[in-house]
């Protein structure tokens, strides 16, 4: 008898043993899955042309944000939250999901909108959510300033926009001289770019790109130097009182810097303080080409850009 109650006692403890390693398996297996359902990530964040963390009302906004989805996107959101804390006009937040990123995995989100013309002024919480089809998410939050436009530092406006082919006008005041023009090798090619609305410091680049190089900056600090034809750099330093900021200033009687030149098909660039070898990286070429204005003020944060499209016969 006591043989017996001995074995029984020996099945039940295997039993529960048993049952023990089953049930801790299944916790472990729970625990594993839930370990394996990873988030997405998000890198290079941009808020505001320059990624300056502002915004003007009723003006153009510019947002940027690399995203990997952990499984595959569902939606992408921001929202612009009123910060505890902060004193506003008026109660205000705004939010836009998109939605085309869906079942990809990866994105470049890459969007422009306008700062909506109800909006209040004041100091933000600028939220990022990505939400992926595997049930989770990423949320980042960011700080945001929106300005009224009569109240930011330093706004930056074209007042003079001119080129000049061989020192005849091609182009000024929005409008080209002769639609056919083109340039060609050994042309020369000058541009005149004056900005209102400037003060502290600040630099300017005037740039040629090829539209085929595909290379788009935004902003100063965007710029591929090695895919870009840098017809002018000049900068300004103290300055106290908002007012024109040109690569060809004026003190009211004569002009206080010569104009740069670019002979076209050179093998230089006028970049400074080293000029870049055009021909090794073959920068020279037909079609058209991008002749961009970049504005950034460094005091302040602010850039401002502006472009129009020349065309080349070489």
Not at 208 to 216: E, F, P, T
Not at 272 to 294: C, E, H, R
Request: proline content about 3%.
């Amino acid at each position: 008898m006591i043989k017996i109650k001995s074995e029984k006692m020996k099945i039940t403890k295997l039993i529960l043993a048993s049952l023990f390693a089953a049930i801790a398996f299944s916790s472990c297996s729970n625990d594993d899955q839930e370990q394996e359902k990873a988030i997405p990530a998000i890198d290079k964040i941009e808020l505001g042309l320059g990624n300056n963390e502002t915004g003007t009302i009723g003006e153009d906004f510019h947002f940027n944000a690399e995203i990997i989805a952990a499984d595959k996107i569902e939606n992408v959101q921001v929202k612009i939250v009123q910060k505890s804390g902060e004193t506003y006009s008026k109660v205000w937040s705004h939010e836009i999901t998109w939605t085309q990123y869906a079942g990809a995995k990866n994105a470049t989100v890459h969007k422009h909108f306008d700062i909506p013309e109800d909006a209040a002024e004041g100091k933000y919480d600028f939220i990022i959510i990505v939400k992926d089809q595997n049930g989770t998410k990423l949320e980042i939050k960011k700080n945001l300033t929106i300005y009224k436009i009569e109240n930011i530092p330093v706004n930056p406006v074209v007042s003079v926009f001119t080129v000049f082919i061989n020192d005849a006008f091609m182009y000024r005041k929005g409008k080209f001289s002769d639609a056919e023009a083109k340039f060609k090798n050994n042309d020369i090619f000058s541009s005149q770019i004056t900005l209102e609305g400037v003060k502290g410091d600040g630099i300017m680049y005037l740039l040629l790109i090829n539209k085929n190089v595909k290379h788009n900056p935004e902003s100063v600090d965007q710029i591929d130097f090695s895919k870009v034809i840098v017809y002018d750099v000049f900068e300004h330093k103290n300055v106290a009182d908002a007012g024109q900021f040109s690569n060809i200033p004026w003190d009211g009687v004569k002009f206080t810097r010569d104009t740069p030149k670019l002979t076209i098909g050179a093998a230089k660039d006028n970049n400074s303080p080293v000029p870049q070898d055009l021909t090794a990286n073959k920068l020279w070429a037909s079609g058209n080409y991008t002749f961009l204005v970049l504005y950034k003020n460094t005091t302040y944060n602010i850039n401002f850009s502006q472009a129009i499209e020349l065309p080349f016969a070489l």
